[in-house]
């Protein structure tokens, strides 16, 4: 039979569940009594935060307390000068001040809670935050009292209580839970009295004790010889387990010994400085503070310039062979059974990297997604090193010419990033098309979509080179043309993330700002002629040719969601690629014969303002890629003027004209003259060998002249309702010069991408050109009348086989050259009927100018009607079905529903 005798009444009992209420029953009898003032409390609670009230007034003490305190919180060290605790305190005072009740931070004590049996409370600075100096029971001088209790008369343990006590001795230097509150601490024996409510002393915790078992500090109601003082009115004022991580008292503590990077205060005075002042101040703020103020802020990167500033050097000076390798051990890869290098252990590597999804890097781990429930792919699930071995040659061959910017020469499979290497070969299975290959790349898009959003995000933060930074944006820029290449709608919309940091960061890191870095012409003149400074080269042209292909992505991404474009198009200075021969050499030495030969290995700056300037000869110069990406920065700010003046609700119906609007803005009325002036150094009269740059010039003239908005509003992308009224104001179009130039844009448009040879590459402005052609010409017809086309001449005029000549046309359909949509009319407003059948301009023109004559398409007359519409529209979807493959098949699918061919319709739509 255990006995429990009560420590306060002497009162004994068998059970320990009634000692346990007979002890609760003391608890609320007694009042809570503060030790400093005597002022007693009925509730624990209000004694707490009157407590606090002497902590603060505490914090004025004078500088001999404050260096005392240093003493004993940051060094402790017991101060040689301060008081006994018996000169301010007697032993009947101590006394009566013991007998107040359950101590409050006996509650909120850490686990080894023991109160001091020899100290007494200072009444000028106790609080219930701040302990007294500390006590060696050893010494007689600091505990004259010797007063000691019998711990076993006090049987209540801490509710931090852990299951092991380490030993502690009179020469430990231990640290007060009350150390916080920055007064020095007290230590005493190690049993202590229960009812000193200011002793909360605990030893020295290592740093990870407490996160080891964040859950020890419960108290242990199973224990049979350790008494419960959990009760639901002690859990509230428990610290959460979310703050007790950062709670002063379970830092680890904090001395001075390791000061070798501070001068003492000997040599200070030794060197003539007058410090005495300055080290009162320093000598203030706890040590331990600064640890504490450093967990509150994210560690500031190391790099605090931009990447543009130092891009060209870092590149210059790698070790890799490529751009986007990572390892400079150069590896021939095509000495293999393969054909690109991709063999069985490639594979596997892509397949233990990527068959599960990867957890975010840059959350907090508390916020991990949990991908228990996500089963990893199976071996036979993943692509034989075959199929990815030919997707990787689709990828080179069919996608890589639209965005050149790997350097094929130096290129190496096994050096390659593996999230890269991932990107490239889903894009060569999403053009390969085949069932396997379609389910597989649908499978794996938005687990790798995840993957490369984090480590892009977790760049942004990265102070490392730019170098692995530039092989993240270019798998970033991956992802979102694959995002294209799936043909699933849906996938637009999950990457609209992905395509807002890219972007963001790419203008963050100055890359479309060439001018903030150092002079890419003299770095390279300074190069000398070695191998090396071919691959040195190689890896800066890549960079270049990288950051263009960004500008491409702001421009038809922001045209596909309807979304304002990020790039600030007026700020933007790039340099142009250079020849493309040179970018294809396979060796040095064919590099070094081809400058020898006359290709520059430099090209020059340009910015959206070049295209005022057409006696310059800058498209030889620019190549391919330069004037897509100078056309793409006048895309980006037609699509800025757009989104910006023209009526924000998408269901807003009426027939506005885009340039009309443009014309009153101070900044949207240069379009029309850039446009035009364009259209020789970038349009249909530039010396440029690549249908993809004129298809997106004849894009940019039919933004201008129709709000493509309305267009699909008449196609049914909002429903019904506002269908019918997009036709009423596309009726209303149809009368007007910008139809019909629009009309001949769109038919060029169509040529162009019917006689492409079969090598050549299609660009997603193609397709998403190819689309607003279709939607333009075949509505026009559909709402067009047929008595305004023959009004003037049953003559058909043709609209595809015949070139329309350019300067002629001018800005016709571009400016208001009459007030009147009637065509009889402007005929009569002109005085002269005689000049409209002058030989000397061709039939486009008038047309144009009047609307005379009928519709031709390839040899075909259209009078107008739903018969012509529908013909135009299924001839268009057919010729989109056989460039496009699965690239944005929403677009192919939406044409054959127009014009009533449900063939090649998805059942689910």
């Not at 000598?283 to 931009?306: D, I, L, M, T, Y």
């Not at 990447?307 to 070790?319: G, N, T, Y």
């Not at 340099?575 to 430099?602: H, M, N, V, Y």
């Not at 997009?726 to 448009?749: D, F, G, K, M, Y």
């Amino acid at each position: 039979m255990v006995l429990r005798q009560c420590t306060i009444c002497g009162r004994k009992f068998t059970k320990t569940e009634h000692f346990k209420r007979h002890e609760r029953s003391h608890t609320r009898e007694r009042p809570y009594s503060c030790s400093v003032c005597q002022k007693t409390f009925s509730r624990s609670d209000v004694l707490f935060r009157h407590m606090k009230c002497h902590n603060q007034r505490d914090d004025k003490a004078t500088a001999a307390d404050q260096a005392a305190r240093r003493n004993t919180i940051s060094e402790g060290v017991v101060p040689k000068s301060q008081k006994s605790p018996s000169d301010d305190a007697s032993p009947s005072t101590m006394l009566n001040s013991m007998q107040t009740g359950i101590p409050l931070m006996q509650i909120l004590s850490p686990s080894n809670y023991t109160s001091s049996t020899n100290e007494q409370s200072n009444p000028s600075r106790a609080s219930a935050d701040m302990s007294s100096s500390y006590l060696d029971s050893a010494n007689p001088q600091l505990n004259p009292l010797q007063m000691q209790l019998n711990s076993a008369h006090w049987n209540v343990p801490s509710p931090l209580a852990t299951t092991t006590k380490p030993e502690l001795g009179s020469h430990m230097s231990t640290t007060n839970l009350n150390q916080v509150s920055g007064q020095s601490s007290s230590l005493g024996n190690p049993l202590s009295s229960p009812t000193n409510t200011l002793q909360t002393q605990r030893p020295e915790l290592a740093s990870t004790q407490f996160l080891e078992s964040s859950n020890d500090w419960l108290p242990n109601v199973d224990s049979s010889n350790q008494t419960d003082f959990h009760d639901p009115f002690q859990m509230w004022l428990f610290p959460s387990l979310g703050d007790l991580d950062q709670s002063p008292d379970f830092l680890p503590p904090y001395g001075l010994t390791d000061q070798q990077g501070f001068p003492s205060v000997k040599d200070m005075h030794a060197n003539g400085i007058d410090t005495a002042h300055r080290s009162r101040n320093i000598a203030k703020v706890p040590r331990e503070r600064f640890s504490r103020v450093q967990k509150c802020w994210n560690p500031r990167p190391g790099r605090v310039h931009r990447i543009m500033s130092v891009l060209w050097k870092e590149l210059a000076d790698s070790p890799l062979d490529n751009l986007f390798s990572e390892s400079p051990n150069a590896v021939d890869d095509f000495k293999t059974s393969t054909n690109w290098g991709l063999d069985v252990d490639c594979r596997l590597r892509l397949r233990d990297q990527f068959r599960t999804p990867a957890p975010s890097v840059w959350h907090s781990p508390r916020l991990q997604p949990s991908t228990e429930d996500i089963p990893p792919l199976e071996d036979n699930e993943f692509p034989p090193a075959e199929i990815l071995d030919i997707a990787l040659g689709l990828f080179f061959r069919r996608f890589h010419p639209t965005v050149p910017f790997i350097h094929f020469a130096t290129f190496s499979v096994r050096n390659t990033p593996s999230p890269m290497l991932f990107a490239m070969c889903l894009i060569g299975l999403s053009i390969l098309g085949t069932t396997g290959a379609t389910r597989f790349v649908a499978k794996m898009f938005p687990p790798f979509l995840k993957r490369v959003s984090s480590e892009l995000a977790a760049s942004i933060s990265a102070s490392g080179p730019a170098t692995p930074q530039m092989g993240v944006l270019a798998t970033a820029l991956l992802t979102l043309n694959l995002s294209v290449l799936t043909g699933d709608k849906d996938s637009l919309h999950q990457s609209q993330i992905l395509y807002a940091t890219l972007m963001s960061l790419a203008q963050q890191n100055s890359l479309f700002v060439a001018t903030e870095g150092p002079s890419l012409d003299a770095l390279v003149a300074e190069m000398s002629e070695s191998d090396d400074r071919w691959k040195a080269w190689s890896r800066i042209e890549s960079a270049k040719r990288l950051i263009l292909g960004l500008l491409l992505v702001d421009s038809w991404y922001s045209n596909l969601l309807s979304k304002p474009p990020i790039v600030r198009s007026e700020s933007v200075c790039v340099i142009a690629p250079c020849d493309e021969a040179l970018f294809q050499a396979k060796s040095a030495t064919q590099w070094q014969s081809l400058l020898r030969s006359g290709k520059s290995p430099t090209a020059p700056m340009f910015r959206i303002q070049d295209l005022y300037t057409p006696e310059l000869e800058y498209s030889p110069k620019l190549g391919y890629l330069g004037t897509c990406s100078l056309l793409a920065l006048l895309q980006i700010q037609v699509l800025e003027a757009y989104q910006r003046l023209m009526p924000p609700d998408p269901l807003t119906v009426g027939s506005f004209i885009p340039w009309h609007v443009y014309e009153g803005d101070k900044r949207a009325r240069s379009l029309i003259p850039s446009l035009l002036a364009g259209m020789r150094t970038a349009g249909p009269l530039a010396k440029i060998d690549d249908t993809n740059c004129t298809v997106l010039w004849h894009s940019i003239c039919i933004m201008l002249l129709a709000d493509f908005r309305m267009f699909e509003l008449a196609a049914g992308r909002h429903g019904a309702g506002p269908a019918t009224g997009a036709l009423e104001n596309i009726s209303q179009w149809s009368q007007t010069q910008s139809a019909r130039r629009a009309c001949v844009h769109a038919a060029q448009t169509f040529k162009l991408m019917s006689e492409r040879r079969v090598s050549d590459n299609v660009s997603i402005h193609s397709v998403t050109a190819l689309f607003s052609s279709a939607l333009v010409l075949g509505l026009y017809l559909f709402m067009v009348s047929s008595t305004s086309m023959s009004h003037h001449s049953s003559c058909p005029v043709e609209l595809v086989d015949v070139e329309p000549d350019w300067a002629t046309l001018g800005d016709l359909g571009f400016k208001d050259h009459t007030n009147s949509l009637d065509p009889h009319q402007q005929t009569l407003s002109t005085g002269s009927a005689h000049n409209l059948d002058d030989d000397q301009l061709c039939p486009i023109y008038h047309f144009v100018k009047s609307g005379r004559g009928t519709v031709s398409l390839g040899g075909a007359s259209h009078q107008g009607g739903y018969e012509s519409a529908r013909r135009v529209l299924l001839d268009f979807a057919n010729l989109m079905d056989g460039i496009s493959g699965r690239r944005l098949r929403m677009f192919t699918q939406v044409l054959h529903i127009m014009s009533d061919d449900l063939m090649n319709v998805d059942a689910s739509m």
